[in-house]
Every structure is written in C-alpha cells, then in structure tokens.
C-alpha cells in the first residue's frame, strides 16, 4: 500500500544544482522520518541528509553545506536540494521513510531510486 515516489535525478555539470523530490503515499498513519540515501557502483548504500517529523536533520559531512532537505506542508513530501555538485555525488539516490502504516508497526520503506550524475 505504501509507495515513495522520487523524481528530480538527471545529469549535471560540476559546480550545478539538482532537487530531488519524494512523495509517502497509501495507508500511511503516521512518518515518523524520511530521508536520502544514496549508492554509487561498487560501493555500499549511504545516508545523506535525514529529517525527523520533529524537523530535525542530520546530513553525511560530505555533503554537509551544500544540500538541504526539507518537507513539503503535509509532511508526506522530502526534498533535497543539492547545490555545488561535485562527481563524487554521482550515485543512485534513494527516498526512505520510517512510518507507520495503518494497522500495522513501522517500518521502513525505500523508493524506487533516482540517478544523480555529476559530469567534470
């Protein structure tokens, strides 16, 4: 029932922005947390930048300063606004959300994936 839709990836020089998109839809009763991973070929899956329903956020030092998430007004939407590129952002980036469905215990659920490329 629940799904995370992400949009915004595509290709960008170094020094670009990007904004990546996420929308929670379904039985959703409660987010407790949504945020950004990411994975780069040969390499292990990531945190980036995370927001708590409190509006807490924590983000990867790597990235720490140049990307920013935040929510939409009903909370069921994250973005991430990636500014000053560089290659070693190019990975798959991935939407997470720690929520809870109706009638059910939280858990964690994972978007489809989006690919951020970031050319020199």
């Known amino acids: 029932q629940v799904q995370l839709v992400e949009s915004g990836g595509g290709l960008v020089q170094a020094g670009g922005s990007l904004r990546l998109s996420c929308l929670a839809s379904?039985?959703?009763?409660?987010?407790?947390?949504m945020g950004w991973y990411r994975q780069a070929p040969g390499k292990q899956r990531e945190l980036v930048a995370t927001?708590?329903?409190?509006?807490?956020?924590h983000y990867a030092d790597s990235v720490q300063g140049r990307f920013t998430i935040s929510t939409g007004n009903g909370k069921n939407t994250v973005f991430l606004q990636m500014n000053s590129l560089k290659p070693e952002d190019t990975a798959v980036y991935y939407c997470?959300?720690?929520?809870?469905?109706?009638?059910?215990?939280?858990?964690?659920?994972w978007g489809q994936g989006t690919q951020v490329t970031v050319s020199s």
């Open positions: 997470n959300a720690d929520l809870q469905s109706r009638g059910a215990w939280s858990n964690n659920y």
């Open positions: 379904g039985s959703i009763f409660r987010i407790n947390a």
């Open positions: 927001v708590t329903s409190g509006g807490s956020t």
